[in-house]
């Protein structure tokens, strides 16, 4: 099962500023919540995320998690433990824990409370792909794949849903009538071809069009 976490307001702290750190960041900065790693050192790509605000750093060394964990005030609502060692991203885990917070290390999927799943995110389309841990790697093949697959139609039909549906809401009760007519419009001919030239706006124009002609096809 793959869940989207809302986190909106919430705190995550990662612990780490690796480039395995940074690409599990990734995951999060299209939330509203408030991002800190700490780490003594950060990759580069971790030192842009911090020039665009989009994440704080701390640099700071942790010897012991437990102690470091009680320092903080208040406590985060996430926890990834992302350090390339092993016993400390345990301490960090057990810590986290005994204040009811989320928690996610990188090297033990088995102490995690949920996974990190490859993430193609193109426009308003967001997929998730998980391997359940077993292959990262091929994860993130996958998600390359897939990339390729969607192409600008497909955003444009999407924006082109988001501002029909309003229409049809206003002027047809039934949602299985909505339903049918969106479906429908999605097979318009006239509708794909304005898609594919990249011009919404006479897209849109045919498909206001057939909805008051009472025409789907």
């Not at 960090?92 to 009811?100: E, P, Q, T, V």
């Not at 990262?136 to 039909?157: F, G, N, S, Y």
């Not at 429908?184 to 071809?193: G, M, P, S």
Request: net charge positive; aromatic share 4%; proline share 3%.
């Amino acid at each position: 099962m793959l869940l989207d976490l809302k986190l909106d307001g919430k705190t995550i702290l990662v612990i780490g500023g690796g480039k395995e750190a940074t690409r599990k960041v990734q995951s999060f900065l299209d939330l509203d919540a408030v991002i800190w790693m700490i780490s003594q050192d950060f990759s580069t790509e971790a030192l842009k995320l911090a020039e665009t605000k989009k994440v704080n750093l701390l640099k700071t060394e942790i010897k012991d998690a437990h102690v470091f964990f009680n320092s903080l005030n208040p406590k985060p609502d996430v926890l990834l433990a992302a350090t390339n060692n092993s016993k400390l991203n345990h301490d960090l885990i057990d810590a986290a824990l005994k204040y009811g917070c989320l928690v996610y290390a990188v090297d033990n999927p088995a102490l995690s409370d949920f996974i990190l799943p490859a993430i193609v995110k193109i426009g308003s389309v967001k997929i998730a792909i998980s391997t359940s841990g077993k292959s990262p790697a091929m994860a993130h093949v996958l998600r390359e794949r897939i990339e390729k697959l969607i192409t600008p139609q497909d955003l444009l039909a999407i924006e082109l849903q988001t501002n029909i549906r309003c229409t049809l809401k206003n002027k047809i009760d039934d949602p299985t009538h909505r339903r049918k007519l969106l479906y429908a419009l999605l097979d318009n001919v006239n509708i794909k071809r304005a898609l594919l030239e990249g011009n919404l706006a006479e897209a849109q124009k045919l498909a206001l069009n057939l909805i008051e002609k009472g025409e789907s096809t």
